[in-house]
């Protein structure tokens, strides 16, 4: 079952199009990947689901209710571009955005004390922000985002910014909190953080979804029929047999031991072409490589541009 | 609704708590007060010993001239050129040369030699002093009695009395209304200067710092600028409030002391006067001259006694925060609209400008108060804060007063209303340049 379903939404500014026609569904208790290149309309998307603006057309529907200004206390929002208010005392300030949020004042503090101790910042307390080190203002904002115990938590771009301490902090929070049963829902162009934590994905690019699902699912539909292999013997012996079943992409010899890779062409199985080629060398490893994250969004990303300019012409 | 109130409390509580407010709020007064008293002081002190050395060529003026509490006059037989040259050998403060054709037209100068500036009431004197005694010198040589032309001369008091349609009828005491008038229009103007100018900085500031965007993700973008707007209202209310107690404190400690002072120089000055007079003039017309003086200065007194202060404090409340509100949301769009402080002058000057226009106007509207300028000065929203208070001393027909505050309230409900829609839009616009007519289009977005 879907926590947020995003339907059909579009939004346009006075002289371009933010989203066009978008939907996603995240489902409950995962970490879902928001993609896209710089201004394809990722903010634009949080920000409608953050009811900061309102959506031209669509609509958006939390646990199938349509969102309602009262939602705000479920969901958690550290944007891109975060600040706090640099005179302020930290603690104060943890305070006021905790009640914000729907808080009461004596539970806000309770909560708050908790999440002080476990990062170790109990005596920030009294402490303005401007006093504190830019990684101790990212754990500050991280704290208040999550302070009310969100059950949607949206995290713009979360890791840019932080360093690697703080990042590997933020990483373990955040499978703590989905293990708890928070959704989460975060935009990044750090593909190798998305490998590593999304379940699920939605790619935007130019205003439009170009592709979701699993990350897994996605991953598989991609790959291509390509194998990485390391084995000792001749690379010429290697290649005359394999010859009308694939295509040797690379190769990289150390004296008897090549590592190729390869793609498969047609219908041919990694079988077979270990039946045809095992007579001759001795394999030492052989491996489907599953394009990356990275190349998907890449070659997804690019396609559509090269469409874009395509039909450009037709004009 | 709740959160609103959060939003004006930390408003609130973060500039009350700072110390700036803390030092504004006593020092002003102080300061305004000590400003006073050092001014009263200072015109007390230029009253060094003089010792006049006179060369009275003309000879009218010989051991005719009277001394004052500070000034002595000597007349030796002595030549100017000789008294230059030895100047600096005696002790005189001053030479007064006066030339021998002073009684004549086209007359020469009289010069005043001096080694220190003596300062303005020394020169005062001396022309109040050598005027009255040509004049009487004139007229005793056409055989005219001083006393006949005094006789003739008569000071008239005139009171300003209004009729109203009804027949009721008011004595208004010009002066001193028109004064505080103009004096509280003038602090409307500072007050929507200076606060609107904080709703804008304020404004920027939570942009610029991008909290702004984790705030509008639990509270609408309307409730945050309007709990601003508040919250500052809220921190000017209590300035004034603390400034109009510590004033009216002070105020009363210094009409103690200084202020007896003051009128005991007051009578002084009266008295001098009449040393001028004294050369054949007459008793009876003295002390009746004396009396018209008094009279004159007891009344200015007793016309601000006289005046309903809660009336002029509660009406410059009102139009205050009338004001403020009107402003304050134009001052907030504009912040909510830029990126940097180089930016606000182009934006600034368009909202400042009927501020400024509203103060030009009160100069006329308090010579005419019930002119149309006055009168469309005080009912247009953009000017009414000022204008109105202005005319407000001096008597406002009270379906005036309602019209203008009820147009006051429908102006700030609609700048609130249109600063809102550009606020949320601005707030989340970042390395643009914006133009007015890019501001005008966010009105139309939906939100």
Redesign the interface.
């Known amino acids: 079952m879907s926590l947020l379903s995003v339907q059909n939404v579009s939004k346009r500014?006075?002289n371009h199009t933010a989203l066009k026609n978008v939907s996603i569904e995240v489902p409950e208790q995962s970490i879902f990947g928001l993609l896209g290149p710089n201004g394809a309309g990722k903010t634009s998307l949080i920000?409608i689901i953050?009811?900061?603006?309102?959506p031209?057309e669509g609509s958006i529907l939390l646990n199938g209710k349509k969102l309602a200004?009262q939602d705000?206390s479920r969901?958690g929002?550290l944007?891109e571009?975060?600040?706090?208010?640099?005179?302020?005392k930290v603690g104060e300030q943890a305070l006021?955005?905790a009640?914000?949020?729907?808080m009461s004042k004596a539970d806000a503090m309770g909560k708050l004390k908790i999440w002080f101790e476990k990062f170790e910042m109990v005596n920030w307390w009294n402490k303005k922000v401007e006093e504190l080190s830019k990684g101790m203002q990212q754990k500050v904002?991280f704290i208040?985002t999550i302070i009310h115990n969100p059950s949607l938590l949206i995290l713009d771009e979360p890791f840019s910014g932080f360093d690697p301490i703080n990042a590997n902090l933020i990483r373990n929070e955040i499978l703590e909190l989905r293990k708890q049963g928070t959704t989460i829902i975060f935009s990044t162009h750090n593909m190798g953080s998305v490998e590593e934590l999304c379940d699920y994905i939605a790619l935007i690019n130019k205003s439009e979804k170009i592709l979701d699902g699993a990350v897994k699912e996605i991953r598989k539909t991609y790959r291509s029929n390509i194998y990485d292999t390391t084995f000792k013997g001749n690379l010429m012996g290697f290649t005359n047999a394999m010859w009308s079943g694939g295509e040797l992409l690379e190769k990289n010899s150390e004296g008897e031991l090549h590592t190729v890779r390869i793609k498969l062409t047609a219908n041919n199985t990694p079988n077979q072409l270990l039946q045809t080629v095992l007579p001759t060398i001795e394999i030492h490893s052989f491996k489907e490589v599953i394009p990356s994250m990275n190349d998907i969004f890449i070659a997804k990303v690019n396609s559509q541009e090269v469409f874009g300019t395509q039909s450009n012409y037709t004009e | 609704m709740n959160k609103i109130f959060l939003i004006i409390w930390r408003e609130y509580f973060e500039r009350i708590r700072k110390k700036s407010f803390l030092v504004m709020s006593i020092l002003g007064p102080v300061l305004v007060a000590g400003g006073f008293a050092l001014m009263i002081w200072l015109s007390n002190q230029d009253k060094t010993e003089q010792k006049v050395l006179v060369v009275d060529e003309s000879m009218a003026f010989y051991k005719n001239i009277p001394d004052n509490d500070f000034i002595r006059f000597y007349f030796p037989d002595v030549k100017l050129q000789q008294a230059i040259k030895d100047f600096y050998k005696n002790d005189y403060t001053c030479i007064l040369y006066i030339p021998y054709n002073i009684a004549q037209s086209g007359n020469a100068p009289v010069k005043l030699f001096y080694k220190k500036t003596p300062g303005f009431a020394v020169s005062q004197y001396l022309r109040d002093v050598m005027e009255r005694k040509l004049y009487e010198f004139k007229l005793a040589a056409n055989n005219i009695n001083p006393d006949v032309i005094r006789n003739a001369r008569q000071s008239i008091h005139v009171v300003n009395e209004k009729i109203y349609e009804n027949g009721d009828s008011k004595e208004s005491k010009t002066d001193a209304m028109s004064f505080i008038g103009f004096a509280c229009g003038v602090l409307i103007f500072v007050f929507l200067t200076i606060y609107g100018a904080q709703v804008m900085r304020s404004v920027m500031e939570e942009k610029t710092n991008r909290v702004v965007e984790i705030i509008v993700s639990s509270v609408r973008p309307f409730q945050l600028m309007i709990g601003k707007i508040i919250g500052i209202a809220l921190v000017g209310v209590t300035q004034f409030a603390i400034w109009l107690i510590l004033s009216s404190v002070l105020t009363t400690a210094v009409s103690a002391t200084l202020l007896k002072k003051i009128t005991a120089d007051a009578n002084k000055q009266i008295e001098q006067k009449e040393i001028i007079y004294k050369q054949g003039s007459n008793t009876n017309i003295k002390e009746l001259q004396k009396a018209d003086s008094r009279l004159e200065a007891i009344e200015i007194i007793n016309d601000l006694k006289g005046l309903d202060f809660t009336e002029i404090i509660l009406c410059f409340f009102i139009y205050f925060v009338g004001g403020y509100l009107f402003y304050s949301a134009l001052f907030a769009a504009i912040g909510s609209a830029i990126d940097s402080e180089s930016d606000t002058q182009q934006f600034i000057m368009p909202i400042t400008l009927p501020l400024v226009v509203a103060y030009m106007m009160s100069i006329s509207v308090m010579q005419n108060p019930e002119g149309s300028i006055a009168f469309w000065g005080s009912m247009i929203p953009f000017t009414s804060p000022v204008v109105m208070l202005v005319r407000l001393p001096l008597g406002v027909p009270l379906w005036q007063v309602c019209t203008s505050v009820v147009l006051l309230i429908a102006g700030f409900i609609l700048t609130t209303w249109l600063a809102g829609r550009i606020y949320r839009t601005g707030i989340l616009m970042y390395g643009k340049k914006v133009s007015w007519k890019e501001m005008i289009k966010w009105i139309s977005y939906k939100g």
Do not use: H, W
């Open positions: 500014y006075a920000r953050n009811q900061i603006t309102a031209d200004p705000v969901i929002y944007p571009e975060r600040g706090l208010y640099k005179k302020m006021y955005f009640q914000l949020k729907g904002q208040i």
